[in-house]
C-alpha cells in the first residue's frame, strides 16, 4: 500500500476518516514498512514478547482471561 492508498483515508464504504483513524493507520503503514528485527524490537518495548521470543503472559493462551473477553 502507498501513501496515497485510499485505505489511510477513507473508510470502507468512501466516508473520510476521523484523524485519530487516520493517526492509527499511518502508524500501522509504518509498522508494515520496518524490517522484521526492529519490528520484534517494538513488541518487545510494547510487552508483547520477551526478548527470548516467547510471548508475555497476556498473549499467550494459557494467560489470564481478560474481563473484556468470554472465557471458554
Do not use: Q
Not at 39 to 61: C, H, K, M, Q
Amino acid at each position: 500500500m502507498t501513501r496515497d492508498d485510499p485505505f489511510y483515508r477513507y473508510d470502507a464504504y468512501g466516508n473520510p476518516l476521523d484523524p485519530a483513524s487516520i493517526r492509527r493507520r499511518e502508524a500501522l503503514r509504518k509498522l508494515k514498512e520496518l524490517p522484521v528485527a526492529e519490528l520484534f524490537a517494538v513488541a518487545v518495548r510494547a510487552g508483547i514478547y520477551n526478548p527470548d521470543g516467547s510471548l508475555t503472559e497476556p498473549y499467550r493462551d494459557n494467560g489470564e482471561p481478560s474481563k473484556h473477553r468470554p472465557t471458554d
